[in-house]
């Protein structure tokens, strides 16, 4: 089994403009409050950004 590829991309969000905005728009917010909550958490682990993201609406 690979260690890359969709499975293992699917449990981050990466810093590219068009992961940011996808995260952004299933979250119901803006692309740059995404980023925050990457930074705020210190991780790019999708569960931890959404979790951080609805504890913002």
């Known amino acids: 089994m690979a260690t890359r ?5 699917r ?3 990466s ?3 068009h ?7 299933k979250e119901g917010t803006t ?5 925050a909550a ?3 958490t210190g991780s ?5 950004v959404e979790k951080k993201l609805e504890g913002k609406k």
């Open 19 to 25: 992961e940011l905005k996808y995260e952004a728009k």
């Open 11 to 13: 449990n981050s969000v």
């Open 15 to 17: 810093e590219q403009p």
């Open 5 to 9: 590829g969709a499975k293992v991309e």
């Open 38 to 40: 990457k930074k705020a």
């Open 44 to 48: 790019n682990k999708r569960a931890a």
């Open 31 to 35: 692309a740059k409050n995404v980023e």
